[in-house]
């Protein structure tokens, strides 16, 4: 079977590649017979195997072994993909003399009518016109290739993902690599590029979001865990998750090496400086960039990082001002320059940037300096993007701004609030309870009965002014009095609410508004908000003849309620409020009950009205749906002391039954 295993072992080496990962060499290999192990096609796959494992010396003179005897012996399949890899040899090193010794080769081919070696020309000076700082031109040759098989239709998208995002232009480059990245099999590396795509296009929630999932472990390809950890660490420490940067670069630093030429070296240089200019350390950031030749092939290869190295290192100002950019980079640029003429006292404090959205300054530079940005431009609303992103790391770098004494830092520190950490419940039904992804708390404030009040009276009325606060909690305080207690009682329950929050920070979850204090509803979960919420979808159901929808809605209500609203609450403005939502319970209730009833469900229908008894023991519709649960059952005794409960329960009130409860009777009495 040599001419089959032959084939398979070409075809094999054709479809190995960084984009698509190893083949089981190994097993083909050893089924090779010893007379044999000279054969091109086994010197070819030898070859590739050893570049793929990271030894990029060795395989390239395997490889010229494999095309030097595939030439001698007139085998164009081994030779062409012998040639497919030292042209990808060549591309990383820059190495233009073996581009001209392969592409001779290939122009004889071409000159005695080899159909493949069209092709061939094509992808190849694709490749080159990349490299030589061309993608306008290598892009416009990817376009007219066609008909490729499929391990070359993967490279040739790859490279017209590289071309897009060089010239700026990331949605497109997104539309192609993001299907490639989710074909199966796809490796790290080629998972990298949509969430490259997606940062150049200023979507940098859509690369935290998918960034994750992306772990290059022990089996990938040396080469593969070098490029995706670079990338994936640029991201990493952009968005503030400094450690899960260090911890990617780290894993590149192992493997470099593995890849030809210099460029890997180069990356990983920038890609350490922009981890020290995230971390606050501009002069470390300088020193990993100063090893960078500034040529025409690096700007290409650094360009969406470029403005980043031009703020810490004016070395690189000339090169980011001289690149022919994109419209993403060239957005990017003016962010970078605009930081710059603030720092550089050309701009005054306070100049805000005009037609750049808050996602643009933070892929531009990353979070650090996009906290400077915000701080030099007085921009709370950048501020207050970059801290729901990329959370308490911003925080960090506002203070550190504060030491810098840099101009509008201190006022933003204690104005602009930063998200916690942490989801936070209230819990208003049945007794008050506060709880930190899902552990209640544990401050002792917690057990004053104030600080409890105040929480209720916020869930209650979510806005409020002080001087009405002041009037519900302490009415018989004179104003001064009824203020300072305010504004200790507030204390004590900003330290319940956000534990962690620092002296000086701005608070979240209470916020003051002028003379109005709030509680911020997009950060919050209240079982009273939930329930109201239900209830009124479970209204609109019924209203738009869904039922079904209806009854889900109304037993996901009535699941939250645990006891009475606001049940340590003694302040007067706490009873109204306390008997609507038990109204409001109770009708619930007996609504889901009754429609439980007509589905059939009479155990339900029956523990419902129940419950709703149990809430309120004067409650006739409660009473009634017990009654007819009972007679839906057949159950006429059990029925008949139902109806004897509700007579009680409506002596009590001093009023006679409804004529639906009349009704009903006759029903139970026959």
């Known amino acids: 079977g040599w001419a089959e295993l032959r084939l398979l072992l070409v075809e094999g080496a054709a479809a190995a590649s960084s984009l698509t990962g190893t083949v089981p060499a190994h097993t083909w290999l050893d089924a090779v017979p010893a007379d044999r192990r000279d054969a091109p096609s086994v010197l070819l796959v030898e070859a590739v195997v050893a570049r793929l494992r990271g030894h990029p010396v060795e395989a390239q003179a395997a490889l010229r072994r494999a095309w030097d005897a595939a030439r001698a012996q007139g085998m164009l399949d081994v030779e062409i993909v012998a040639m497919s890899h030292l042209v990808h040899q060549a591309w990383w090193q ?30 190849g000076q694709a490749l080159l016109q990349e490299t030589t700082g061309d993608p306008t031109g290598a892009l416009a040759l990817l376009e007219e290739v066609s008909g490729l098989p499929d391990g070359l239709t993967q490279v040739r998208d790859w490279l017209r993902v590289r071309c897009l995002l060089a010239l700026g232009r990331g949605e497109e480059a997104f539309a192609i690599a993001d299907p490639a990245a989710a074909r199966p099999g796809a490796l790290p590396a ?12 200023a979507r940098p929630e859509d690369v935290a979001a998918r960034a994750h999932r992306i772990e290059p472990g022990a089996r990938t390809l040396p080469r593969d865990r070098l490029l995706a950890n670079i990338s994936l660490g640029v991201y990493a420490a952009g968005l503030g998750r400094l450690d899960e940067a260090e911890r990617r670069l780290a894993e590149a630093r192992a493997h470099l090496g593995s890849i030809e030429g210099d460029r890997p070296a180069l990356l990983l240089a920038v890609a350490a400086a922009v981890v020290a200019a995230c971390r606050g350390d501009e002069e470390a950031a300088r020193a990993e960039l100063a090893v960078i030749e500034d040529t025409p092939a690096n700007r290409l290869l650094t360009r969406q990082l470029l403005p980043l190295m031009a703020v810490v290192d004016p070395r690189w ?3 980011l001002a001289a690149e022919d950019l994109g419209p993403a980079h060239a957005a990017n640029r003016a962010v970078a320059e605009h930081l710059v003429a603030l720092r550089d006292g050309r701009l005054p404090a306070g100049t805000r940037l005009r037609g750049v959205e808050p996602p643009r300054v933070l892929v531009a530079l990353g979070y650090r300096l996009a906290t400077e940005v915000a701080t030099r431009t007085e921009d709370d609303d950048l501020l207050r993007y970059l ?8 925080r960090e770098a506002l203070r550190a701004l504060v030491t810098a004494g840099c101009a509008g830092a201190k006022r933003m520190l204690r104005s602009v609030p930063s998200p916690p950490d942490h989801e936070l419940r209230i819990c208003v039904l049945g007794p008050p309870s506060v709880s930190h992804d899902g552990v209640p708390t544990s401050r002792p404030e917690w057990g004053r009965e104030r600080v409890r009040s105040l929480l209720c009276w916020l869930v209650a009325r979510r806005r409020v002014t002080r001087t009405e606060t002041e009037a519900a909690l302490w009415p018989e305080f004179d104003a001064a009095t009824a203020g300072a207690n305010l504004r200790t009682t507030l204390g004590y329950l900003q330290r319940v609410l956000e534990p962690g929050r620092a002296a000086g920070d701005a608070p979240f979850h209470v916020r003051a508004d002028g003379d109005a204090l709030l509680l911020a509803e997009e950060a919050v979960t209240v079982d009273a908000w939930e329930f109201e919420r239900l209830l009124d979808e479970a209204a609109d159901a019924e209203a738009a003849g869904a039922p079904s929808v209806a009854l889900a809605a109304y037993e996901r209500a009535v699941a939250l309620w645990r006891g009475d609203y606001l049940v340590d609450v003694y302040d007067d403005w706490a009873g109204p409020e306390r008997d609507r939502l038990r109204a409001r319970y109770l009708a619930g209730a007996v609504r889901a009950g009754e429609l439980q009833l007509a589905a059939g469900d009479v155990d339900r229908a029956l523990l419902l009205a129940t419950r709703a008894i149990e809430t309120e023991s004067w409650s006739e519709a409660a009473h009634r749906l017990a009654i007819a649960a009972h007679l839906a059952r057949g159950d006429r005794a059990s029925a008949r002391r139902a109806l004897d409960r509700c007579h009680r329960a409506l002596e009590d009130l001093g009023v006679a039954p409804d004529e639906l409860t009349v009704m009903l009777e006759r029903r139970v009495l026959g």
């Open 317 to 319: 100002r000339e090169a």
């Open 190 to 201: 080629l998972q990298v590029q949509p969430l490259t795509a997606l940062w150049l296009s």
């Open 94 to 123: 820059g190495d233009l003399a073996l581009f001209g010794e392969v592409f001779g080769r290939i122009a004889e081919l071409e000159a005695a009518g080899d159909p493949r070696a069209r092709v061939f020309t094509a992808l």
């Open 387 to 394: 801290l729901g992103v990329a959370g308490p790391p911003v």
